[in-house]
């Protein structure tokens, strides 16, 4: 089994930046992929970003690329969501999630809730304007 622990999330003015972290414990080595998802109250959880190191594939929502990265510390066993240019319609619970798939190149799948066996407890981070 794999725990998942987010840190960094916090209040930040439009136009800020967060880095949020995902510190992964437990059979690390079986997972092969991380994601950020987040959710905000009366919405459905959405994708934001995925990082896939069997196929070296990094993966974004249209409405955060160019301004989020994703990244890995394979000796922290940590993934990091750099966030900058930060809006109001970022705020969210941000919530990352591991999974034990093997992917062979970028795939859209890496998008869907369904492809995740774990998850994290999530941040909040809130975005004024």
């Known amino acids: 089994q794999v725990q998942l622990v987010e840190s960094g999330g916090g209040l930040v003015q439009a136009g800020g930046s967060l880095r949020l972290s995902c510190a992964a414990s437990?059979?690390?080595?079986?997972?092969?992929?991380i994601a950020w998802f987040r959710q905000a109250p009366g919405k459905e959880r959405e994708f934001v970003a995925a990082?896939?190191?069997?196929?070296?594939?990094?993966y974004y929502a249209d409405s955060v690329k160019g301004r989020f990265t994703i990244s890995r510390d394979n000796a922290k066993s940590t993934v990091y969501l750099q966030m900058n240019s930060l809006t109001p319609q970022d705020t969210a619970v941000y919530y990352c999630?591991?999974?034990?798939?093997?992917?062979?190149?970028?795939?859209?799948?890496?998008?869907?809730?369904?492809?995740?066996?774990?998850w994290g407890q999530g941040t909040q981070v809130t975005v004024s304007s």
């Open positions: 999630a591991g999974s034990n798939r093997y992917y062979y190149a970028v795939t859209p799948a890496l998008s869907l809730t369904d492809e995740y066996n774990y």
């Open positions: 437990g059979r690390t080595f079986s997972s092969r992929a």
């Open positions: 990082i896939a190191w069997s196929a070296g594939a990094l």
